[in-house]
């Protein structure tokens, strides 16, 4: 497993709140990275920055290193929009556009100037598949896509995500707001994706790191405590601090 | 002195029932009240309703009482596709009145609608917070202004412009009319249009963003569409006010019974007929039941532009 993300001493302030602290991790391409952490410790501020999403918050200062395959995506030469591209995102909430399914999925590819109807059935359908959804609404693409559940309709996102054909796939905190069901299938769905995608979750649930990724990361206020395989930080953890939040003694 | 303290608990026990049964007693109380409250509202929510349909009914009975008897002396053909407006000579086509309120209300959307959005749209998605604080109370208060001034401005400061754009002496009709009510509407279709803008959840920016959408991209593809039903109502309240405006249609369109199928041509609409011409017709002449008509068509064309949009907008949403 080659390195596809190169975090190196990142620095990152809300105004002058310090919220990451000298950052620094390689992410394995074709793989699952879990983040975990308490609440407020920063995971979700690190996966905005894999694909900039910082850059709409006010007031927002960056310091440090991220390179995605060797380039530095804070770099002037980088293309916003085009990064984002290569680096999907799925938000905690369910957010499909109050549009129809198909209009969904089609939404990212007709932004980047795919227009041929046949081109687009045939995203829309590898997609849905992708995201394990096309059984399900193949015979109504044309409903809307609010009439999903929610479940269905975080599938909807993934699927809306893989549409634009990334490398990268930022989940944070996806099954949060699902059943234990959606949940389980989005886990499943996660696994049949390393092998095509680079997967980066934020996951307050252990068990959830612990069964999906191969490595996992430990915050707490900001910074890095411990990031290691994660067979090995859940069962033979280096650090007292890890030892004692997966062990349920605090966050 | 031993009792004392037992007594007092006894008692303090007694008092503790007591106010539960008094408390019971409240809850019952407070069950029939709220009852009482929630049946209340409703007959005043359904009385109002039968009040406000009632009301409606009652306008529209009332024009087109009187304005049915126009058809007595002329034919509704005549009334609705003659040109032929000269009540001195018991000629009373309304084409052109009607015709005129189609066209001048066409027009000043067709100026309006887009300039609207587009002003909400540097509103509320690029415009500095500070100067957003400054601009939407401006605009409130432009809602405001009675449309008398409006007319005012139009005929000293506008028409002048037109004359001298032209070249020639015209600078009353359509266009100048169309001008007017779209600067009256502006501010209407265009904050609301803002709400409505404002009010589209920030995950879906957030979603086109991630996919790599531009800000433009976001703003014509999910923003819009998004706020589609808000806008809808803006442009039927501009609307609804465009078709039934008066005093400011009067003083810029010049009040002439001819076709306006010139942009700059004096012409006249609904509106400024009957007012021009209302105050000086015999009660129960032709003329007097024409006008009354002609009210009642304005009636009519309002609500079923409402319907119109209504239906457009449903349309919409089911897509
Ligand atoms: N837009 C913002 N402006 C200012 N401070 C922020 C902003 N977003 C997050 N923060 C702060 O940065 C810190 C890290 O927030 P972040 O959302 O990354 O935490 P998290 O680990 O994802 O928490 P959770 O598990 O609750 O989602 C928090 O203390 C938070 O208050
Ligand atoms: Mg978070």
């Known amino acids: 497993m080659g390195t596809l993300i190169d975090i190196q001493s990142l620095n990152l302030y809300y105004g002058t709140f310090h919220a990451l602290k000298d950052v620094s991790m390689d992410i394995p391409e074709k793989a699952i990275t879990a983040f975990i952490g308490p609440s407020g410790c920063g995971k979700s501020t690190l996966l905005r920055t894999l694909n900039r999403m910082n850059d709409m918050i006010p007031g927002t200062r960056i310091e440090g290193q991220i390179a995605v395959g060797g380039t530095d995506i804070y770099s002037r030469e980088v293309d916003v929009e085009t990064l984002r591209k290569k680096v999907g995102m799925v938000f905690q909430q369910p957010n499909p556009f109050p549009k129809s399914i198909y209009d969904n999925v089609a939404y990212g590819p007709r932004l980047h100037g795919i227009r041929s109807k046949g081109k687009l059935d045939e995203i829309v359908e590898t997609s849905l598949r992708s995201a394990a959804l096309w059984g399900e609404v193949k015979d109504h693409l044309k409903r809307s896509a609010l009439s999903l559940s929610g479940g269905q309709q975080q599938r909807l996102c993934i699927a809306r995500a893989l549409a634009v054909n990334p490398d990268i796939l930022l989940m944070d905190e996806a099954t949060s707001a699902l059943d234990p069901i959606s949940t389980l299938k989005i886990e499943e769905l996660a696994q049949d994706l390393k092998d095509r995608y680079t997967i980066v979750m934020v996951t307050h649930n252990m068990h959830q790191a612990a069964r999906v990724s191969n490595q996992t990361v430990f915050f707490l206020n900001g910074e890095v405590v411990e990031y290691s395989d994660t067979e090995k930080l859940f069962s033979n953890p280096r650090d007292q601090r890890t030892e004692d939040y997966i062990s349920g003694r605090f966050g | ?319």
């Open chain 2, 1 to 319: 002195m031993l009792e004392a303290p037992s007594s007092s608990v006894i008692n303090n026990g007694v008092e503790l029932g007591s106010s539960l049964k008094s408390g019971s007693g409240k809850a019952f109380d407070r069950k029939k009240r709220l009852s009482l409250y929630n049946k209340t509202f409703k007959v005043i929510c359904i009385a109002s309703a039968v009040f406000v349909c009632l009301i409606l009914f009652t306008i529209l009975f009332f024009m087109g009482r009187t304005g049915i008897l126009t058809f007595d002396t002329v034919s509704p053909l005549t009334f609705f596709f003659s040109s032929e407006w000269a009540p001195e000579n018991d000629q009373y086509g309304a084409f052109i009145f009607i015709f005129g309120t189609f066209a001048l209300t066409f027009l000043t959307m067709l100026i309006s609608v887009p300039l609207s959005v587009i002003i909400a749209v540097f509103l509320a998605e690029i415009t500095p917070s500070w100067l957003k604080t400054m601009l939407r109370p401006v605009m409130d208060l432009l809602v405001g202004i009675p449309s008398v001034v409006y007319g005012f401005l139009g005929m000293t400061i506008l028409i002048p412009m037109l004359r001298d754009l032209t070249g020639t002496s015209m600078g009353d009709g359509l266009l100048a009319a169309a001008i007017v009510l779209t600067i009256m509407v502006l501010p209407t279709i265009s904050r609301i249009t803002d709400d409505a803008i404002v009010a589209v959840p920030k995950k879906y920016r957030d979603a086109s963003y991630a996919l790599g959408a531009t800000r433009f991209q976001t703003i014509v593809k999910v923003v819009l569409p998004a706020a589609k039903s808000g806008i809808m109502y803006a442009v039927i309240l501009g609307m609804g006010r465009a078709i039934g405006e008066t005093m400011a249609v009067v003083m810029v369109i010049g009040n002439t019974p001819q076709i306006a199928d010139e942009l700059f041509k004096p012409t006249s609409v609904l509106t400024s007929n009957i007012v021009m011409q209302i105050s000086n017709v015999p009660f129960d002449s032709s003329w007097n039941y024409a006008l009354y008509m002609m009210g009642f068509l304005l009636l009519v064309i309002s609500l079923l532009m409402i319907v119109l949009v209504r239906l457009v907008q449903r349309k919409g949403v089911k897509s």
